[in-house]
């Protein structure tokens, strides 16, 4: 293939989704709505955990900061996408394919740390609960939000920065929805050692180690839960950490099967549709399970609702 110097690169080209030409009508209209629910969606949850006085507490301080992730996750990825349906133009220039690609990195790690705090929150909470509101006060979350912005930082400018003295051959066909890590160095016709090497240490770091951390922290969690003597303590200790573990489970069980354990006949089909799981399904369905999961979400719900019919009447 003819190599040219990554200077050179002024635009890729995004194949998308392996959607007929016939039904792309119909596809913008269905990820215009995902799109649209999954950001009224989570700034409701935002806004309840604002407006309500009970909900001012760590877990709720994790979940907002979790909404708003999932607003910009979603934000990277599916209005180019719906651009590209409407439109029919399916390039991307250099620097916004770049750009995309270090965001898309940068909010996929700060879910990791994010949905790590919330478990370690949990875990204090069930198996500390006298001393949960000594350690888990407002400058513990605050470092905790920080170190996660700053790690997630890191590890996509890192990515960034290595990708960007590749050079690209001829062929600027990306066979994907987004500017993928894995389908850019694909494109490549430098040596990629040395970001295959970055990919694998950031993936221990940013996907395993916490991912490791949560399976730790609801297996004390389940021992401490195992050891109350009474039915109702067990489930009033499994309704308050229910929501995450579904959260965890939905986001984790597609992208380890995607980038841990491809399949060596996987299709690209089959790959995308993957990829629109944990890109655009899993920030929509967090909004439904943590409002209709919990109690207490549900409460300031109607006690929103409630306070804005007296103040309409």
Known sequence: MKRVNQSSVSKFLLLGLPILPEQQGVFFVLFLGVYLTTVLGNLLIILLIRLDP??????YFFLSHLALTDIFFSSVTVPKMLINIQT???????????TQ????????????????????????AICHPLHYSTI???????????????????????HTLLLTRLSFCADH???????????????SCSDTSLNELAIFTAGVAVIVLPFICILISYA??????????????????????????????????????????PSSNTS??????????????????????????????????????????????
């Not at 009970?54 to 877990?59: A, E, G, N, V, Y």
């Not at 969690?221 to 939905?250: E, N, Q």
């Not at 089959?270 to 409002?291: E, G, R």
């Open 54 to 59: 009970r909900l001012h507490t760590p877990m």
């Open 88 to 98: 029919q133009d399916q390039s991307i220039p250099y620097a916004v394919c770049i």
């Open 101 to 124: 690609m270090y965001f898309f990195l940068f909010f996929t790690g700060l879910d990791d740390f994010l949905l790590t705090s919330m478990a370690y929150d949990r875990y204090m």
């Open 136 to 158: 888990m006060g407002q400058g513990l979350c605050t470092l905790l939000i920080t170190v996660s912005w700053i790690l997630s930082c890191a590890n996509a400018l890192c």
């Open 173 to 187: 066909t990306i066979p994907h929805f987004f500017c993928d890590l894995g389908a850019l160095l694909k494109l």
């Open 220 to 261: 004390r969690i389940g021992v401490t839960i195992l050891k109350v003597p009474s039915t109702k303590g067990i489930c009033k200790a499994l309704s308050t950490c229910g929501s995450h573990l579904s959260v965890v489970s939905l986001y984790y069980r597609t992208i380890i099967g995607l980038y841990f354990f």
């Open 268 to 313: 690209r089909d089959k790959s995308t549709i993957a990829s629109v799981m944990y890109t655009v399904v899993t920030p929509l369905l967090n909004p439904f399970i943590y409002s209709l999961r919990n109690r207490d979400m549900k409460g300031a719900l109607e006690r929103l609702l409630h306070r804005a019919k007296v103040l309409s009447q």
